[in-house]
């Protein structure tokens, strides 16, 4: 009979190979070679034109807040026994801000990179603060973990939502052009091996975010699948920067 720890880090590990394989597509695109899912179709667009062009930095700004809130939360001295998520997120975090130095970089016109500078002191001001007033103000497990994990559900739901911001432009254009699969298959897949890692183990704040999560991904793939066949073929012509810009296995890490 499998351990319930050892089919948590058997979760863990699958999500580790997610990240991986986003990062590996990642350096795909740094040489030109092709598009694949995740981050990777943005940043193999800014590395071959060596310009971001109109995308925003805010969305990978975001997932950087998403995964340290995890890391706080996954701490022996806040939730014990959650090495895999102060690991798993530890990762996802240096994905993130590997982005976002691609992005500074590209910035030819220096339209974002004071931008990202500023959203990322601000979030360490923000961190600083939850985190003093974590230890000071509350001074069991179970208080701590209820504090920081309503800001993890808080966050990760706004994460795994906002590509629902383009539905109403799917539904008016009858097209899935700026919705691309590979995210809306990255949230689904993500919150699935996240609220399974959850139920091991029950963990109510884990479950709750990350549930949904699985939940509106599910609904992106149904819509990406009803608009499909209406979206207009551009064939080898560039594709436009999409308006939904979050990343993708990024995301799913966070949990």
Not at 112 to 135: C, D, N, P, Q, S
Not at 147 to 165: E, H, K, Q
Not at 186 to 192: V, Y
Not at 237 to 251: G, H, Y
């Amino acid at each position: 009979m499998v351990s319930a720890e050892a089919a948590r880090n058997v979760v863990g590990i699958i999500v580790c190979l997610l990240w991986s394989c986003d990062f590996l597509y990642l350096l795909d695109g740094l040489t030109f070679v092709r598009q694949n899912i995740g981050c990777s179709p943005t940043f193999y667009r800014i590395c071959k034109k060596k310009d971001v062009e109109e995308f925003q930095p805010y969305p990978y700004a975001a997932t950087v807040l998403n995964c340290l809130f995890w890391i706080l939360y996954g701490l022996p001295i806040v939730k014990p026994d959650s090495t895999l998520v102060v690991t798993i997120n530890s990762v996802g975090l240096v994905f993130e801000l590997i982005y976002l130095s691609i992005f500074c970089i590209f910035d030819t016109q220096n339209k974002g990179r004071k931008k990202v500078f500023l959203v990322l002191f601000g979030e360490v001001i923000f961190m600083a603060a939850i985190v003093v007033t974590t230890f000071l103000a509350f001074h069991t497990h179970e208080r701590r973990t209820l504090f920081v994990g309503v800001f993890c559900d808080i966050f990760n739901i706004l994460m795994y939502a906002s590509p629902l911001t383009i539905v109403k432009k799917v539904m008016t254009t009858k097209s899935v052009e700026y919705m691309p699969l590979s995210l809306s298959l990255a949230n689904f897949l993500n919150g699935c091996v996240w609220t399974a890692y959850a139920l091991i183990r029950f963990d109510i704040f884990m479950l709750v975010s990350n549930g949904l999560g699985a939940f509106f991904g599910f609904l992106q793939l149904v819509l990406y699948a009803f608009y499909y066949k209406s979206t207009p073929k551009r064939g080898s012509q560039d594709v436009k920067p999409s308006e939904i810009q979050l990343s993708a296995s990024d995301a799913a890490s966070k949990a």
